[in-house]
């Protein structure tokens, strides 16, 4: 076979491989379920015990379960076998799963609030009604709330004026009002009511800080008891059960011993709970399952026994064992694209070391480009390091019993991060050395590193957490606990360079083509057309409406023709006919790159295997 004849062979198999692992799922058969079992909420409607889950059939493919219990026997059945609920396609709110079901019941009908994940995988707090006891379910969007009285929704902040990102909540319909407690990032426990989940109106005042909420919370729920909410935080490895008006506990602190609970819900009957507990495997887990197993169970109200199982994970499918090999394939063509990388910066240094050797005109220039390659390389090579995103927490536990700890002291640390805004950005790194006599945690020495600057305000609200989050989970006091908190050299200079100059010179870069923009603009808009009137119509009321100045034209408008206001007219016409526009020239864009691959796989492309024999 000829060269030109083997590589085509290779192309079209290796082609052949991404287009069935992409057509095909990674198993076949199983129940949808098989996967993770996740966020359980019951009620009672009628003489009906109803609980609902979220199964997983992988990572992000998931959908409502239903549960029925039976008034003879007790045990709880999956009906139907098919999910009641999925994300929809076109939902955004909800595209990338659900998670923390709250259910409840209002005569005959059943509104179940669940969160959903956004394209951004931001929470959005969403809501269906049912009024066929849970056999099918109609969305009704998110909730919506509001502080001044004035209720929006929009694609950036579909929640309206939630103070911050919510990370846990308690729902109830009571007294003909929809109550809401919500754990929301950066401020903490608040309360909102109103007669519909569309006309949720929050208090103005944070009823806890995140400082006085339970440090690693893992699972909350809440309930209202003579018109005062009772919170359960299951935290730290304990439950928590208190008054959330005065956080007053109402019960001695209850250790979950062996019992990683990841989900918290009261009901459906009175002092019962419906929880999800993860545990590890005894045995190796495929790449197809999840990495622990998760289990449902009906347990009393304060956890004082483990309660009844009521659903695991379903029946596991077939793989197809393409899914298995697409990493390596994968990593295959990296390395392909590493090496045609790799060949390009030879090239680079080929070319300037030849000029500085010559001493051709531009000269400077190619020392310069010495000197950014070997700073930017120590830099990415000390202070980027593959996988070295986000909050990292690396433990130094010099005995089997620090060992024991570590699990729960990075979710107890992650916890205290998640709630500030944008601390990912800073690629904060926390080594926590323990100092032990014996077998018996003495000490800890915390050394913070985080790139740039790490504001004040940020500073005093989290270090304080990660001493105590440290101090309870080692049973020592928190003045034992020292902090060393100092901005990372290597991988701030990485920052500074990256944004401080790459960023920069690629922005210089691209925008001498607006010298071309700006002329094209011109030729355009010489009014020769109705589409040319039209044109130049949009780019004046984007342009202006963008501007302050087309705020403060139209600002005195009456509300009922906001949609005259200049900024509002730029939005809808950026968002929605320019969105409309872009996407129809990137579908075709698509079906053009699809074309040439195609091509390029079947052979048919000769100028690929130019300069190969036949």
């Known amino acids: 076979?000829?060269?030109?004849?083997?590589?085509?062979?290779?192309?079209?198999?290796?082609?052949?491989?991404?287009?069935?692992?992409?057509?095909?799922?990674?198993?076949?058969?199983?129940?949808?379920?098989?996967?993770?079992?996740?966020?359980?909420?019951?009620?009672?409607?009628?003489?009906?015990?109803?609980?609902?889950?979220?199964?997983?059939?992988?990572?992000?493919?998931?959908?409502?379960?239903?549960?029925?219990?039976?008034?003879?026997?007790?045990?709880?059945?999956?009906?139907?076998?098919?999910?009641?609920?999925?994300?929809?396609l076109f939902q955004a709110h909800e595209r990338y799963g659900m998670s923390q079901l709250a259910?409840?019941?209002?005569?005959?009908?059943?509104?179940?609030v669940y969160l959903g994940k956004n394209m951004q995988r931001e929470p959005v707090l969403c809501y269906a009604t049912s009024g066929d006891t849970g056999l099918t379910w109609r969305r009704h969007g998110p909730v919506v709330f509001s502080t001044n009285g004035h209720y929006w929704s929009s694609h950036e902040y579909p929640n309206g004026d939630v103070p911050g990102a919510i990370q846990w909540y308690a729902a109830q319909y009571h007294e003909g009002l929809w109550r809401m407690a919500l754990i929301c990032a950066t401020k903490g426990l608040v309360l909102a009511q109103g007669p519909t989940l569309t006309n949720m109106t929050l208090q103005p005042t944070v009823l806890q800080s995140i400082a006085q909420l339970p440090l690693g919370i893992t699972a909350f729920d809440a309930r209202l008891v003579s018109n005062q909410w009772r919170g359960y935080f299951v935290a730290e490895g304990r439950l928590?059960?208190?008054?959330?008006?005065?956080?007053?506990?109402?019960?001695?602190?209850?250790?979950?011993?062996?019992?990683?609970?990841?989900?918290?819900?009261?009901?459906?009957?009175?002092?019962?709970?419906?929880?999800?507990?993860?545990r590890a495997s005894a045995t190796a887990r495929a790449p197809e399952q999840a990495p622990v197993l998760t289990e449902l169970y009906c347990a009393p109200a304060r956890l004082t026994s483990t309660g009844t199982l009521i659903k695991s994970v379903g029946a596991q499918g077939r793989p197809t064992y393409l899914t298995r090999g697409i990493k390596w394939a994968g990593d295959f063509t990296m390395i392909v694209g590493g090496f045609a990388v790799?060949?390009?910066?030879?090239?680079?240094?080929?070319?300037?070391s030849k000029r500085i050797a010559q001493r051709q005109p531009g000269l400077h220039n190619s020392v310069l480009f010495f000197v950014f390659a070997v700073v930017m390389g120590v830099f990415t090579f000390f202070g980027n390091k593959p996988g070295e995103y986000g909050t990292q927490i690396i433990m130094r536990a010099p005995t089997p019993a620090a060992v024991a700890l570590e699990a729960a002291l990075k979710k107890s640390m992650l916890q205290a991060f998640t709630t500030l805004t944008n601390i990912n950005d800073k690629r904060v790194t926390v080594e926590v050395c323990l100092q032990q006599q014996e077998t018996t945690v003495t000490g800890a020495l915390l050394h913070v590193r985080y790139i740039g600057i790490f504001p004040a305000a940020q500073r005093a609200q989290v270090l304080p957490q990660l001493r105590a989050a440290v101090a309870s989970q080692a049973r020592i006091d928190a003045r034992a606990v020292q902090v060393d908190c100092a901005p990372d050299v290597m991988k701030t200079g990485f920052d500074f360079v990256f944004k401080a100059f790459l960023v920069p010179l690629g922005i210089a870069t691209f925008s001498t083509i607006t010298f071309y923009m700006i002329s094209a603009a011109y030729r355009a808009f010489k009014i020769r057309s109705a589409?040319?009137?039209?044109?130049?119509?949009?780019?004046?009321?984007?342009?202006?409406?963008?501007?302050?100045?087309?705020?403060?034209?139209?600002?005195?408008?009456?509300?009922?023709?906001?949609?005259?206001?200049?900024?509002?007219?730029?939005?809808?016409?950026?968002?929605?006919?320019?969105?409309?526009?872009?996407?129809?020239?990137?579908?075709?864009?698509?079906?053009?790159?699809?074309?040439?691959?195609?091509?390029?796989?079947?052979?048919?492309?000769?100028?690929?295997?130019?300069?190969?024999?036949?």
């Not at 259910?103 to 179940?112: C, D, I, K, W």
Request: glycine residues 10%; aromatic residues 10%; negative net charge.
């Open 103 to 112: 259910v409840q019941a209002n005569g005959s009908e059943l509104t179940m």
């Open 531 to 614: 589409e040319a009137v039209l044109l130049m119509v949009a780019a004046f009321i984007v342009m202006i409406g963008q501007l302050p100045l087309g705020a403060w034209l139209t600002h005195g408008l009456p509300d009922n023709v906001f949609f005259l206001q200049l900024p509002w007219l730029a939005q809808k016409l950026l968002m929605v006919a320019n969105s409309s526009a872009f996407r129809g020239v990137l579908i075709g864009i698509m079906i053009g790159g699809l074309a040439a691959g195609l091509r390029i796989w079947l052979g048919m492309d000769e100028s690929v295997y130019a300069g190969l024999d036949k």
């Open 342 to 352: 790799f060949m390009a910066v030879i090239n680079l240094f080929l070319y300037h």
């Open 1 to 88: 076979m000829s060269k030109r004849g083997a590589l085509k062979l290779l192309a079209f198999l290796v082609g052949l491989y991404f287009v069935l692992e992409y057509v095909l799922p990674e198993k076949l058969g199983g129940d949808f379920d098989s996967y993770e079992v996740r966020a359980p909420a019951g009620c009672v409607l009628g003489t009906n015990t109803l609980a609902f889950y979220v199964g997983h059939y992988r990572a992000e493919q998931c959908g409502i379960g239903r549960l029925v219990q039976s008034g003879a026997s007790g045990t709880w059945t999956r009906t139907p076998n098919q999910p009641v609920l999925q994300p929809a």
């Open 240 to 278: 928590r059960v208190q008054d959330l008006a005065d956080g007053v506990d109402q019960m001695d602190t209850v250790d979950l011993v062996d019992k990683d609970i990841c989900a918290y819900r009261l009901g459906p009957r009175a002092d019962e709970a419906l929880i999800c507990v993860e």
